[in-house]
């Protein structure tokens, strides 16, 4: 099922995070803006891609997912400059979990990736958002090891939705 638009969306969320780890690394240098641009161009494409897949699930899901990852997109443009301020952080991480929500409900009610890894995502929300709160209140900085803990959960499981994408597709039921 849309083996082609499961490989597509596995590769964007690579490339996200393969842009967006040194792109944030590197803030505030051109390569820097470079690569967290390519994220941002990236997350922008996400829902494009995997869009007809939720549609059939859920109209308002897919637009729901798309709005949140396009608000996210847009948010991380500041960083792009040089400037990550923390209420620009703790916004795109809202989005950023409002999109994992959705998207990870929708996969894991059609069952079109193994109940696990949707599971994950859901459950690995919460960490995220607690980080993005402990920012806003500036209990933790952007580069705090902290915050690096509680992100973790939910890029790994991003990862790992990405393999299995790239790898089988999504599941028809």
């Not at 499961?6 to 780890?21: D, K, M, S, W």
């Not at 990870?104 to 919460?126: C, E, F, K, M, Q």
């Amino acid at each position: 099922m849309d083996i082609g638009l499961a490989r597509l969306t596995g590769t964007l969320f690579i490339t996200a995070t393969l842009a967006g780890v040194p792109g944030a690394a590197l803030l505030g240098t051109t390569a820097g803006a470079a690569l967290l641009l390519l994220m941002a161009a990236a997350i922008a494409m996400i829902p494009a891609a995997v869009f007809p897949v939720l549609r059939r699930h859920g109209e308002a899901a897919a637009a729901g997912y798309l709005a949140a990852r396009v608000l996210e997109a847009v948010l991380l443009l500041p960083a792009v400059g040089g400037r990550q301020e923390d209420w620009t952080y703790a916004g795109g991480s809202l989005f950023f979990c409002l999109s994992a929500l959705i998207l990870n409900t929708v996969l894991y009610r059609a069952r079109l990736v193994p109940r696990w890894i949707s599971g994950w995502g859901l459950l690995a929300v919460a960490p995220y958002l607690t980080g993005a709160a402990l920012v806003m209140c500036g209990v933790l900085g952007t580069s705090s090891p902290a915050l690096f803990a509680l992100v973790v959960p939910l890029a790994v499981n991003e990862m790992a939705l990405a393999a299995r994408l790239l790898a089988k597709g999504y599941t028809s039921v």
